[in-house]
């Protein structure tokens, strides 16, 4: 007998229904038992298995979300605001007012599932650390965020935890566009992600060095990610190098 889920009820934690549980899968060939031997070593399919819920586990629900938000150490710490003045004498006040407005009004935005694209030609023009910024405002409003570069998509598949990047509130998708190993599987793998976001209508901040109307992937995944997303040039100058001497600056005080 199959048991009606009550959705008139508002649970503490959405994620596991307050049951401190979450259902998971992984490949069958990477279950193992206490011993550490492969339990089903021939087998490729995926397994459930119940993990205890990292957001309501404890007292600190924000200090789990942060924990499960795969932001790289080096955007995730010392970071209170992004610092737009580094662009110089470049008017920056409407991709400003555009990225405030999107932190301000997440709550409005993501009901419809609208996105950013962030884009340049350069490196180093600040587009990840923009995003992260972001991820990490939302982080401390108890917004599930999740960080994920192009390049890993794959080992998420593999690894039966893409479902993680397919549910959360906000998704930032890092570097899209560029063409990767094994592009057939790449893509299918790209379109299920996006897909299933576009269906739950989440928000994914995407960051790229290509333009939206010039990126280079499968059809049906640039019909999603253009309908859901506002794009924002990031201006062509390096902001990268200026933040590195700044932290050497710091470090040679500290040897003072």
């Not at 070593?41 to 499960?68: E, I, M, Q, V």
């Not at 996006?194 to 960051?207: A, C, P, W």
Request: overall charge negative.
């Amino acid at each position: 007998m199959t048991r009606a889920i009550d959705t008139s009820k508002v649970y503490k934690c959405s994620r596991c229904r307050d049951t401190h549980w979450i259902l998971k899968h992984i490949p069958a060939n990477q279950a193992t038992s206490f011993d550490g031997v492969k339990v089903y070593p021939d087998d490729t399919y995926l397994l459930p298995y119940a993990s205890r819920c990292p957001y309501c586990d404890g007292d600190d629900r924000k200090k789990a979300l942060f924990k499960n938000s795969y932001i790289p150490f080096q955007y995730s710490t010392g970071q209170n605001k992004f610092d737009w003045d580094a662009y110089g004498f470049i008017d920056v006040s409407k991709k400003k007012t555009a990225v405030q407005n999107f932190v301000d009004n997440f709550a409005e935005v993501s009901k419809n599932g609208i996105g950013l694209y962030l884009w340049s030609e350069k490196n180093g023009t600040g587009k990840t650390s923009l995003a992260c910024l972001i991820g990490n405002e939302l982080l401390n409003r108890s917004v599930e965020v999740k960080f994920l570069p192009c390049v890993e998509i794959l080992d998420a598949a593999s690894s039966g935890t893409l479902d993680e990047y397919e549910r959360c509130d906000l998704l930032i998708l890092d570097d899209i566009g560029k063409k990767k190993t094994g592009a057939d599987y790449y893509d299918e793998t790209l379109l299920k992600l996006i897909d299933k976001r576009y269906g739950r209508k989440t928000s994914t901040i995407f960051t790229s060095n290509i333009s939206l109307e010039d990126i280079e992937i499968d059809p049906a995944i640039f019909s999603r990610v253009k309908s859901r997303v506002l794009s924002i040039q990031m201006p062509e100058l390096s902001i990268r190098e200026s933040e590195d001497e700044a932290e050497k600056e710091v470090l040679l005080r500290l040897g003072e």
